[in-house]
Each structure stands twice: as structure tokens, then as C-alpha cells.
């Protein structure tokens, strides 16, 4: 059980990432889903995962919350790291009466003033007495980051929150983040189907593509032509794209070459 | 008042109790049709129980307990869909507990008190393990409520937050095999289901938070167990069977009250 920890201060002795990969693959059935991955988030780094569907984004999120294992390499998080973990949607049964500010409540033992804090540092305040059945897709993210907040993360992990969320209340949602970020100086891993939401708010974009096709800041990312081929409406154009690095893809979209996964950094 | 009458109101009220708060989580977990399953199963359980010459409680608890484990693991080969299991294990058991039933000649068993229940006859050791077994039942809830109702609402939150998911999955459907095991003797194997349930889904219409549906829920059930006892006293109708059609007709009732949002 998560007990709140004493001191924040545990992981400060380490330098390092807040959480890593090592070669990380995962197959489902004969696929790799994830080929040979390295992604790192450092402390106080937002990082961006973009990539066309079916390129493994979930399943990355998913193995560094330890929610899948890995079939190759291996995923390393600080000793004591705390996540603060936002699912893509949360939707609780009908048959169960439970408010917004008890839905906050279950995950670990908290006072009524820390929930009270949450809320408002998520800006949902006035939805605490609401049943969670009733709120909107917007509102339920805020909340889930709100339930993030309460377990004092060190890195905050976010899966897709763009699609119950419209254009205005995603970006609201990444400015609170941003704050957040801010505030309390921990890491972010996010996962975006558009990046230029998250651009001004982004240190680093990871673009997958079942392995790490490129990495960098987005401006470099976003100039690279990959980013157009991806967000250019030619997601599918992906697969036999020539990139002008050091590998290829074989029609299954399988990495030919090796590659250090770093190739349109600088 | 008659003292079987009395034993009877005790055990049927304590088991009323007991299903207030358990039948809630079987509501809001969608397990109404597992728990019938497990209960199908009792029976083979008692029959055990004899075989072996042990309490038939301890037996329903052993056969109950398997037959979730047993689940589990089909479960996971996906090959067949959830229900399809439950159909064939519900079936399967209770059809193989009357078949074991049937071999043990010499044994005169009452299979009508095991299949719906023969809350007149309740004995001073039956309430005894009902209100035993229930404190050991409702004190496990209690420990576990927080976290369950976390598993509830979502299995990955529950993970990420570093939740034993799966023991506390393995540790509710021992929760349910116990009362399964209690309750038998009140409603029958047949019927227990329904006492987990039916009050439980009547008080959710006047709910607002999760103890409070579990608690009306108990309410509701004792009710339930006054009143269909009394009905089958005064016009000589089987026990069991009348507790239920009480909860049926309380939750018809509480249908139909409006209510003010």
C-alpha cells in the first residue's frame, strides 16, 4: 500500500532518470509491439511519446507503470519513485454511488483538507460533491489529475487524454500540468495524438513507431519531415517512408537496421 | 413468540446483515452471476462434507473456494467467454452434486432443505456459526473496504498504487464462499443469490455514497426476512422462498417511490 512518504526526498539523491527503459521490447503473439526501446524521463522533464496508432505508445505507458511485462530489456524506476498515473478515460460503474470527492479518497489513506487542496490545485473544486457519473470527460481528467496530485508524484504519467477532452479544455488541461510541473518539479511522460498541443509545453518528443524513431525537442521534431508524414494526415504513409537515418522499414514496418534510437537529435 | 420462530428471525436477520454490504460489492462488480455459480456448487460441497464425515460448511467453503480458483484459471486461456464458463461450471457442479448425492444410499438427506432453504429448523449451533462466521466475514470487509471499492473502480489505479489486486480479488470471493456456506441453511443454495442482490439493488436508487447503500441494503434484507417469515407462519409457505419474493416486492416498491434529484 502507497503510504504518503515521510520526506520528498529519497530520489533527490540520485542524479540520474526518474524512470528508464533498457531495450525494452514486447510482443503480443509473434509482433513486437515495442522493439528494443530506450525512453528516459529526468526529473522536472516533460517528455511526449507521438506515434500513429497501433505504434505502441499504451503499451510503453503501460510498462513503465508496470502494468505490462516485458518479453525483452527491462524498465528501471528510481528506488521509492512515486507515479502519478492519469488512464486515457476512467468510467465507474452506475450501480455504484460514489461523489468526486470520495472517488479521491480510495487510492490511500487522506485527509478531507488534502483532498480539498487537490481539487483545487486541479481546478474542479465545485464538482466535489458531484457523483462521478455525472461529470464530463474534461471534468473526469481534471479530477483523475487531482487523484494523481493527492499521491505527492514524482512523475506524473498521461495516456492520450485528448479523447474524451475537446481542443479548449485539452490545452486548460496541459496548462495545469504545465503548472503542476512548475510547482512541484516532477517529471511528465505523456501521450499525444497532436503534438501541437503540447508543443510549448513539451522538453522532449519521443516519436514510436513500435521502436524510437527519433527524439528530440519539438522544434526539431516538428521540422523533421517524419513529423509531417505523421501529422500531415499520412499517418499510414509511415511504414514505407524513407527515413534519412540509419535504418528502414521492412514492410511489416519491422526496424531493418540497428539504430541507437536518438537519429534526428541535432 | 415461538422459540423456532425466534431462531429463525436471528439467523435470517443475521444473514440479512451480512448480505447488505457483501451483496453491494457483488452488485457493483457484476458478479451476481458468479456468486450463483459458486452457490450451485454447495451442494457438491455438503455432499463432500458427509463423504468425508466434516462440518458440510467446511465442504461448501472448500468447493467454493476451488471452483473460484478453478475459474481464474479458465478464465485466463480466453478462449470462451465469462459466462459461458459460469453456465457450464454452475451446472456442472450442482448436476454433480445431485449425482453424488444420489450414490450415498444409506445417507437420508432433506435435498429440499439444501436447495431452498429451511430457515424453521434452524438450530442453536446453526446461529452460532452464522453469527460467528458472519463477525470473522463482516470484519474482512471492513479491513478490506477501502481498497476493494479501489479495485472496483479500477483494477490499473489499483496496481500503479502498489494494491495487491489479485489477493484482494481471491480474498472477496472467500468472503462470498463464507456467507454461501452460512446462509445455505436459510434461503438454500438455490436462492442465495438472490439475498446478496436484490436488496442491494433496491437501495441503490436512495444512495449517495457506497456505505450507505450497503447499509440500507442490510436494512432492506432484514426487512425482507421479517416479512417473509411471517407470511410463511401465517399462511404455511416455504421460508426461504417467501424472504425472497419479500425482496422482490420491496424492490418493486422502492422502484416505484419518486424521487427528487
Redesign the interface.
Known amino acids: 500500500m502507497s503510504t504518503p512518504h515521510p520526506s520528498r526526498d529519497p530520489s533527490a539523491l540520485f542524479s540520474g532518470p526518474l524512470a528508464w527503459t533498457e531495450d525494452l521490447t514486447v510482443r503480443f503473439g509473434s509482433r513486437a509491439v515495442l522493439d528494443r526501446v530506450n525512453v528516459a524521463v529526468q526529473p522536472g522533464e516533460v517528455v511526449t511519446l507521438i506515434g500513429p496508432n497501433g505504434a505502441g505508445k499504451t503499451t510503453l505507458v503501460r510498462a513503465v507503470l508496470g502494468l505490462v511485462a516485458p518479453d525483452g530489456g527491462r524498465v528501471l524506476r528510481r528506488p521509492n519513485l512515486r507515479i502519478g498515473y492519469m488512464p486515457q478515460r476512467l468510467s465507474v460503474d452506475q450501480t455504484l454511488p460514489l461523489t468526486v470527492r470520495r472517488f479521491l479518497a480510495l487510492w490511500r489513506p487522506v485527509t478531507a483538507d488534502r483532498v480539498a487542496a487537490a481539487l483545487e490545485e486541479a481546478g474542479v473544486t465545485r464538482l466535489a460533491d458531484s457523483a462521478v457519473q455525472t461529470i464530463s470527460g474534461g471534468e473526469m481528467q481534471r479530477v483523475l489529475l487531482a487523484r494523481a496530485l493527492l499521491g505527492e508524484p514524482d512523475l506524473l504519467v498521461l495516456d492520450e487524454p485528448d479523447q474524451a477532452v475537446d481542443v479548449h479544455g485539452q490545452a486548460e488541461l496541459f496548462n495545469r500540468i504545465a503548472q503542476v510541473r512548475q510547482r512541484r518539479g516532477c517529471g511528465v511522460l505523456l501521450v499525444s495524438h497532436d503534438l501541437h498541443t503540447v508543443m510549448a509545453r513539451t522538453d522532449r518528443v519521443v516519436c514510436l513507431n513500435a521502436h524510437v524513431c527519433c527524439s528530440g525537442r519539438p522544434e526539431d521534431v516538428s521540422r523533421h519531415p517524419e513529423y509531417h508524414a505523421l501529422f500531415g494526415g499520412h499517418a499510414r504513409d509511415l511504414a514505407v517512408y524513407v527515413h534519412h537515418h540509419d535504418h528502414a522499414h521492412a514492410e511489416d514496418g519491422k526496424v531493418v537496421h540497428d539504430h541507437d534510437g536518438d537519429c534526428c537529435h541535432g | 413468540m415461538d422459540e423456532f420462530v425466534i431462531r429463525a428471525l436471528l439467523a435470517g436477520g443475521g444473514i440479512a446483515l451480512l448480505a447488505g454490504p457483501l451483496g453491494s460489492f457483488v ?2 462488480r ?1 458478479m451476481a452471476y458468479f456468486g450463483d455459480t459458486l452457490s450451485h456448487s454447495a451442494l457438491l460441497g455438503v455432499t463432500l462434507g458427509f463423504l468425508l464425515g466434516v462440518n458440510p460448511m467446511v465442504g461448501v467453503m472448500v468447493v467454493c473456494v476451488s471452483l473460484a480458483l478453478a475459474l481464474v484459471a479458465l478464465q485466463r486461456r480466453r478462449h470462451l467467454a465469462a459466462d459461458t464458463l459460469l453456465g457450464i461450471l454452475s451446472h456442472g457442479s450442482l448436476s454433480l452434486g445431485l449425482v453424488a448425492l444420489a450414490f450415498l444410499e444409506t445417507l437420508r438427506v432433506d435435498l429440499m432443505a439444501y436447495l431452498f432453504g429451511d430457515i424453521l429448523s434452524v438450530t442453536d449451533g446453526d446461529l452460532m456459526a452464522i453469527y460467528g462466521g458472519g463477525a470473522v466475514a463482516l470484519t474482512g470487509l471492513a479491513l478490506l473496504w ?2 476493494l ?2 479495485v ?3 483494477e ?8 495487491p489486486v489479485d489477493a484482494l480479488r481471491l480474498a472477496f470471493m472467500l468472503l462470498i464462499a463464507l456467507v454461501i456456506a452460512i446462509a445455505m441453511k436459510i434461503v438454500g443454495i438455490l436462492l442465495i443469490t438472490s439475498l446478496l442482490i436484490i436488496p442491494a439493488a433496491s437501495a ?1 436508487r436512495f ?4 456505505e ?2 450497503a447499509a440500507l441494503a442490510s436494512v432492506l434484507g432484514i426487512l425482507a426476512v421479517v416479512a417473509g417469515l411471517l407470511a410463511s407462519l401465517n399462511w404455511d409457505l416455504p421460508g426461504g422462498p417467501s424472504v425472497v419474493v419479500a425482496a422482490a416486492a420491496l424492490f418493486l416498491l422502492g422502484s416505484l417511490v419518486p424521487l427528487r434529484r
Open positions: 452488485v457493483w457484476r477501502r481498497r471499492l479501489a472496483t473502480v479500477d490499473d489505479l489499483a496496481r500503479v498504487e502498489g494494491m441503490r444512495a449517495r455514497t457506497p450507505g447503500m
